[in-house]
Each structure stands twice: as C-alpha cells, then as structure tokens.
C-alpha cells in the first residue's frame, strides 16, 4: 500500500452567496460543456479525465492485493445467479410475453409464445445482440402494439439516460425508419397502433414535452401534445389499466401534481385536464367503467386515499371517497380490473396487500407471516380477469411470484427464485428492531446475519440507509448481500426519516429544515445495533447511494467515531453548489425537497450545515470509498470527485479515501447483470478490507 494518491490542483474560484464568501478550490472539475459530455463523453476536458484516471489507477494499486478476493466475490455473486432464468410469461390475448437469459448472456431476450403453446417461441428482441460492441446498454422501455405487429422499444447506450427509440416490425423481423432521440425512456401505443406517445429530454434533460409521433413518419414532424413550462415539475406518461386512456403526469417534490388524459381510440385527440393542480394535493388516475379512481392526498390525506370521479374534467368538487383515509396507512399504489381493486400499502414499515370487489365493497388482506419481507404488485396487461401477480420476499427468502386469484382466494407460486450455488432460509436470522432516535421516535431496523454470528458486539456491521424523496428501502432479498453474512458481517436497514416506511409524515419529517432527522435517525440506528451487541463502536460500515450517499457523507462528518468505514455510491455531498445551479438537470425540482438555497436564505444557512462537501473539517475520518459515474445526469460525476479531494486535503487521519469512477456508465454504474458484479466486489472487497475480514 505504497502508492500515493492523487493531488487535486486548487484553483481559486469563489461564489458569494447571502453575504458569504465560499471558496470551492476544485470547482474546475466541473466540466464547462457537461450537457455535451453527457451525450458524448469523449468530450470530455482532458485535464478532469486525467485526474479521474489518476483516482481510478490509485484505487486499483491500493486494492490489487484484494484482486483474488475480488475474484472470489464475483464468482460467488455470479454462482446464485441462474443463468438460463427467465420470467413468468405474462398474458396478453392470444399470446404471452416474457423475457429470458441464455447462459452466459449479459442482457436477455424479450420474447412470446402463443398462449399455453411453450413451443412457439418468437424472439422479439435479442438484447445481448443489441449490446454487442457496446461499453454500456440499458434498454429503457419495450412496448408491443395492441395488435400485436410492432414492437417499440427504448435503449441507452451511454448511461446518461438520453433514449433513442425503435421499432421493429414482428412479422419481418425488420426496424422501421422511425427513429426518435433524447426521450425519457417510456413510450405508449394508441389503441389502433398507429401513433406512439413519448417525452422529449430538454437541453438540461429534463422532461418537459410529450410529443406523438405517427407511425411511418419522420419524427421532426412529430406533434407536441403537452408541455411543462415550470422546471420544477417533471412529467411522465402511461395508460390506464383499462387501455381508455392514455395519462400524461406532472408532479415535484413538493407533493403537487396533475393529470391529462387523452382517449386512447382518440389519439390525435385534446388531452384534457383532469384536476387543475393544486399546491400540495398530488393525485394519480386509472379508471373503471366511466370513472376515475384517484389515489390522493386531497383534504388532509396525508396518508391517501382512494376517490371516484366521473371521467373527463373532474373538478375536485366532485371526487367521492372510496377508501376514506386512515392515519398511519399509507396507501402506496392500486391496480385496477373490471371488478377488482387491489391496493398495495404500508402499515408501520411493512407492506400488506388488500384486495377489494367492486359489487359489494367487500375487502380482505393477503396474510403473510415473516417478521419482516416486501411485496410488490406486478402489473400486467389484461383488465377483464380475476388474477392478480404479485412478488415476495424477506432478507433471508429468495423472491416469490405468486398468481392470486382474487374471486376464490387461491394462492399459486408460478416461480421461486434459485439459487444455483445453493441457499437455506432457515440458516439465517431476520430481526425487526426497533432504535430511539435523538426525539424519541422510533426507528424500525432490518437485520440479517448467519445463525451462526456471535451476537457479542464482535461481528462487522454494514448499515444501509437512504432516507430521501419518500423512497422506503424494502426488506428484500437481495442474492449479493450473502457475499458478506457469509463471511460473518450483520448487515442492517435502516428505515430512517425521509423515506416513507412509516407514512407520509415520516417523509414530511425528513425533508426541508426536518432534514437532519435523517441523518440523526441513521445514527441511532447504528448506536442501537452497538447496543444489541451487533456490533461494536468503530466498527460498522456505511453504505449509501445517490441521497444515500449525501445521508453517509453527512453521518461521516458528524459521527465518525461510529464507523470503519463509509461506502458513498453515486453519493449527493455537494448539495450547496448543486441546489444554487438552475441549470443542472434536477436542480429546479429539488429545492422542493432540500429547499431553494438561492432564494431563501433560512434554507441556505440551513443546508450548509449539514452538506457533507461543505463541512468537511479537520478531523479524523472513516476509510472512505465514492463511487461514480460519468455520464450521471442525476449525481454529476464532479460531486464525489470534489469531496474526496478536499476530504484528502483537509482530514487528519492516515485512512483509505478512494475514488472510482465508471468512465462508461451513468447513475446506476454497469449496465449488464454480470459487469455489474465488478462494482458491488469492489464495495464488498472495501468493507471487508476496512474491516479485516479480507484475509
């Protein structure tokens, strides 16, 4: 461990912000043409992309003696994966669709067969030969016409979630002219299949157009049905489960949204408000039989509810409850069929699903017994039937699909998760806790380990937390993690504030000048864990990514005594810089979330407190691993570069601070189900490097 790392040149560059003068030394790796480097990163400034090189070689002289390690966790991870696996064919009138991996292969097959014929396989899209040559591949979105003779689909080949879409033709095999760039990714069909729906990425990426495009035509001639003049709202588009209505969405953060619909047998149609938005009232539609079901906050709703309206403009006047709002039950989604609705919620940080009949309003709940596990709906595309799919799982049990159907209550597996390399649920522990945060609130945990760790405050602990945007991290299975626990590490969730595990107020209570909540909870949660002897002060590693990152970036400033080591991925630190530059992709529609430092001065003082870039001081700290990505329009790669300079600038300790940065990917790092394994061996090898369980 001879190296040495890098020296970031400073350079002067100073920003004044409400009287106060902020120098930034390392404002330079912020690349002036980003936006062209996020389509084309060879664009890149070759100053940056040399200092981003020197980090990546530093990284990999100081773990080369983990490489066999690395090698071993890759093989273990890669062994619990089936790799001829393939998904539960999903339904669609005379055929159903599905998509499988052939051994060996990176990224799958979307496939068909004619229904209950297992024989007539047609390869619709070949994903693995659309990959080839690539650094990276991400398909975005893959969609067939209503008749079933197209197929439109969305791919990404840099990372930086710019999509182009194509569409093939099933009968020949052959792709259309059409060609349509710089989309978000989703794309819907009209119901003759003659028009597809998509939303156009402005210069600063942000969705802000929905455009139909007619089939066969160039798309420079494409028509704007709806654009979105406020930067702080973002729209996204879908069609109702009933296929009447095609639903284009505007929402921020601030929980305001709004709803357009345009007739499905009517593209070229008005697309007509539903309800005018309304500052903190956020809704969703789908629809029944002539009305509107809305999922809302409406009238005090914290929690949401579930509302009837006639379809078409539906003035909040004439909304009708049908799930009346329960403080404390959240109501998460809904999928709607002709005479069902099931609804996913979450009753103090655990999910429940509640089927109800439309005749009678009659409800029941399907009952499951682990301590703690996750459930997701899984939609399909038949309104007219009683099947519901739904996936299971827990910390220590392998994913679940089952079809329930929901006239007689009948519960069938149609898959259980391998696990190659072999796995038995009943050698591992799954605990709920429960940690007393700094206000008295309570905290739920997750925790796993083997039967066999010592619970004696001996055991390594990786605590995971997010804590941002209302996103609950669920008590999943997750095949990776046992790459750790097998090796005696406790690994631990932490459902902390700002999320939504516990309802909306846990969100509310997480966000704004509630903030450091999140931060406070994470660290009652790691002193608890000390406490119950699973582990020891000094002794636990962090893991967060994107907000996640900012959470652990945070947590490493404030209480690094707590910790061995801080794995920050794609992590959020340079929140001030971030949130005063308007011109960054998410920025406008943040500062719901974070607070709008340019404006509000309150907000600014408030959030310099606590952003992790800004408070780094000279102490000691953790060993410090970041994670990035080039192309990452969400977390821009200069973030994590910047922190991790001035962290070697200014700490006082001897410890790791590394940096690795994927010059071929973007937000969510490698794009195949194999490459991806090299990032998540680096972590794990860290962790286990930091915690001297290398060896």
Known sequence: ?????????????????????????????????????????????????????????????????????????????????????????????????YRRFETGAEYPRYCRRKRDDAGSETVLLDCAAEAEGEEFFRLGDCEHRP????????????????????????????????????????VVWSNDGKWLFYILLDDNHRPSKVFRHRI???????????????????????QTESRRFVAIEAQDHSLTGEVRVIDADDPTGEAVLVAARESGVDYEISERDGQFLILTNADGAEDFKIATAPAGPASRETWQDLIPHQP????????????????????????????????????????????????????????????????????????????????????TLRKQEEIPSGHDPEAYVVRRLSAKSHDGTDVPVTVLH??????????PLLLYGYGSYGLSIPASFAPNRFSLVDRGFVYAIAHIRGGRDRGQHWYLNGKLASKKNTFLDFIAAGEHLIAENY???????????????????????????????????????????????????????????WGDPITDE??????????????????????????AGLTDPRVTYWEPA?????????????????????????????????????EVALIYAFALLVSGKAG
């Open 450 to 459: 083997a039967k066999d760790t010592a619970i004696d405050g001996s055991a």
């Open 535 to 593: 582990s020891s002060t000094g002794a636990l590693v962090a893991h967060g990514g994107s907000a996640g990152g900012m959470l652990v970036g945070a947590v490493a400033n404030m209480r690094p005594d707590l910790f061995k080591g801080i794995v920050a991925d794609v992590p959020f630190v340079d929140v001030i810089n971030t949130m005063c530059d308007a011109d960054l992709p998410l920025t406008p529609g943040e500062w719901s979330e």
């Open 1 to 97: 461990m001879t190296a040495k790392p890098p020296v970031a040149a400073r350079k002067d560059h100073s920003t004044v912000r409400h009287g106060e003068t902020m120098a930034d030394p390392y404002h330079w790796l912020r690349d002036q043409d980003w936006q062209r480097v996020m389509r084309e990163p060879e664009a890149l400034t070759p100053e940056i992309r040399d200092y981003l090189e020197a980090e990546n070689a530093y990284t990999d002289a100081i773990l080369a003696p983990l490489s066999k390690l690395r090698q071993d966790l890759v093989a273990e991870m890669k062994g619990r994966i089936k790799q001829d696996d393939s998904s539960v064919p999903t339904p669609d009138g005379a055929y159903e669709y």
């Open 147 to 186: 008749d079933h003779g197209q197929l439109a689909y969305s791919v990404d080949l840099n990372g930086s979630e710019y999509y182009t879409v194509h569409i093939a033709d099933l009968e020949s095999g052959d792709l259309l002219p059409d060609r349509i760039e710089r989309i978000q990714g989703e």
């Open 642 to 678: 910047k922190w991790i300079a001035r962290l070697r600038a200014t700490k006082t300790d001897d410890n790791l601070t590394l940096l690795h940065t994927n010059m071929h990917a973007g937000h969510a790092g490698a794009s195949g189900r194999f490459s991806k394994l090299d």
């Open 328 to 411: 404390g039950r959240l109501i998460k989604s809904m999928l709607v069929f002709k005479d069902f609705l099931a609804r996913l919620e979450m009753v103090d940080a655990l999910p429940r699903i509640v089927i109800r009949r439309f005749d009678d309003g009659s409800e029941h709940e399907i009952a499951f017994e682990e301590e703690a596990y996750d459930l997701g709906l899984m939609p399909g595309y038949e309104y007219d039937t009683t099947t519901l799919r739904f996936a299971y799982s827990s910390p220590a049990t392998p994913t679940q699909v089952f079809d329930y159907d929901m006239a007689t209550r009948e519960r």
């Open 216 to 238: 066969g035509d160039d798309a420079a001639n494409d028509a704007l049905v709806y654009e979105e003049t406020d930067p702080a709202f973002y729209l996204s588009i879908w």
């Open 602 to 627: 309150t907000a600014f003082r408030y959030m310099k407190s606590y952003s992790p870039y800004d408070n780094v001081a000279a102490q000691d700290y953790p060993n410090i691993l970041a994670m």
